[in-house]
């Protein structure tokens, strides 16, 4: 278990924000979870549990507290069939390293999620989603510490209350409260995606003439795609797409329609409206305010350029929300969760 104190925590997320952490833990085994819990109880400091920081914003009070970094490692396959597989990893590993491992070998159902930023851990908090799939599909459980029990527990799927963007790890009563020491998911062994894919995969599928829809083909253009369309975090500090999209009822679709929005229909029957397409719509994508670009390629996009406190990019999240609002009467709900000393 590694301890260090202090730590700004704009080194530690890819929105680059945030004064310092009180103290930084990283957990590289089972036995460092509860030694670090321990540690927090000693010293009296709440916890704030982080993967890769790729959906995370500092603010300027910093964290009084102590910032978990789950660095646990390792995958491995349980069982194996002619159908299916099952595979098991560690929270503290990329999400995309398992993505690869997976589509190197053939297996189907997490291709479409290739080069999403973040840790595995991480995943099934936000229900990560891209191309038609998300996370929940193929998720079987994740293995978490409880820090209410003091122990290590299995929560299956049908436990997590899984939807858009919300599980029962970052949303009610029990945010929080579970450390994700790994996930086991089921893939396909045998069975390929098949055409028709989401909107924009398909596109690139016909553009290219593309006929080869095995996981490693298909791993391959969608990097190719999100490299094109998405800015990398890597080298541009943002923390992701920084609105949610907006789920409409039948009712409300029907409406926004016949107000001129465009509105998107998912695979399963979901309607949405995707927030992107509102804020180029009111003529900010490109725009640079207080410090932050909407990205040119994607508007869902905040880029950091040079903006040093949370409160610049306070400022421009009320100028995209007002002009959208203004015009279009929705309200954009951020993603990125933010850490506070709010209890």
């Not at 930023?117 to 994740?142: K, R």
């Amino acid at each position: 278990m590694i301890i260090r104190e202090n730590v700004p925590i704009s080194s530690l997320t890819t929105m680059k924000l945030g004064g310092k952490a009180r103290y930084v833990i990283e957990i590289e085994t089972l036995n460092d979870i509860k030694d670090a819990y321990k540690f927090a109880a000693e010293k009296k400091l709440p916890t704030w549990i982080m993967g890769g920081g790729a959906n995370t914003i500092g603010k300027d009070d910093g964290f009084n507290g102590i910032i978990l970094l789950n660095k646990i490692k390792g995958i491995e396959v349980i069982s194996e069939t002619s159908d299916e597989v099952v595979i098991r990893a560690m929270g503290g590993e990329k999400w995309d390293d398992l993505v690869e491992f997976t589509c190197e070998r053939g297996y189907s159902g997490i291709e479409n999620l290739s080069k999403i930023p973040g840790t595995v851990g991480a995943a099934p908090v936000q229900n990560i989603g891209a191309y038609g799939q998300e996370i929940s599909q193929v998720l079987e459980s994740v293995e978490a510490y409880d820090r209410e029990a003091h122990e290590l527990v299995v929560i299956g799927i049908e436990d997590m209350k899984m939807s858009y963007r919300s599980t029962i790890f970052n949303t009610g009563k029990d945010a929080g409260r579970y450390f994700i020491v790994a996930v086991t998911i089921v893939l396909e062994n045998d069975e390929f995606l098949k055409p028709p894919f989401y909107n924009s995969l398909q596109k690139y599928i016909d553009d290219h003439q593309e006929t080869d829809f095995s996981p490693k083909n298909l791993r391959k253009i969608v990097s190719t795609i999100r490299a094109e369309k998405l800015p990398d975090p890597e080298t541009e500090a943002s923390a992701g797409s920084f609105f949610k999209n907006i789920f409409l009822t039948d009712v409300e679709a029907a409406d926004a329609k016949a107000h001129g929005i465009k509105v998107w229909e998912k695979p399963n029957g979901k309607k949405m409206i995707n927030s992107g397409y509102l804020i180029e719509a009111v003529g900010l994508k490109g725009a640079r305010l207080h410090g932050f670009k909407i990205s040119d390629k994607a508007a869902l996009i905040l880029i950091n350029e040079n903006a040093k406190s949370y409160s610049d990019l306070d400022l421009a999240r009320k100028e995209i929300r007002q002009k959208v609002q203004e015009k279009y009467g929705y309200f954009l709900e951020q993603e990125p969760v933010e850490i506070n000393n709010e209890p």
